[in-house]
């Protein structure tokens, strides 16, 4: 059995480049992309919720619920990687107890509070250094990463995410299946996608 809060750290420095516009604001439901997000993490009730910003800060935190704690990555171009390290640095600075951390992105509305507490509970079962989930041929984030391994994540550089680690723990890992987790928000396509497949009145427009 594994103890301690899991501290989730939600990623959300991009530049929004290929979509034109910070995906983090886009209207989503009654709040934003990333406000929902970060509702859905708060929800869990798994342990403190740090939201990365870097571009678009401003516009990022307008729809972010006051429990969020607000992380500056003041070297967001870099790359994820520098915003992993800061979220682990506040993180770890900030709740010394914590035993895992919880990766999100900002731009996977399929993200529940029930997906987070399994992929915990899964940790806390047998103490897997990673769970992550699979979709499509691929494995990714939300993925947690028990204490052990924040050193690896922190050392990581560029526009490298956490994939790396998590394939090379893949044979200690525990592997959630999460399909819709496929469906982010990386291009204008990919938005219409979200607010076609959105229940009716999840999905807003800028009005």
Known sequence: MSGGPVGVIVLAAGASRRLGRPKQALPY?????????????LAAGLGPVLVVVGAHAEEAQRGLPPEAHIVPNPGWEEGMASSLRVGLQALAYGWPEAGAALVLACDQPAVSAALLRRMASLWREDGAPVVACTYGDTVGVPALFARELWPELMALSGDRGAKGVVLRQRQRARLVPFPEGALDVDTPE??????????EGNAGDDA
């Open 29 to 41: 439901g009654d709040s934003t992309l990333l406000g929902h997000v970060a509702r859905e993490a």
């Open 190 to 199: 990919d938005w219409e996608r979200v607010t076609a497949r959105a229940p």
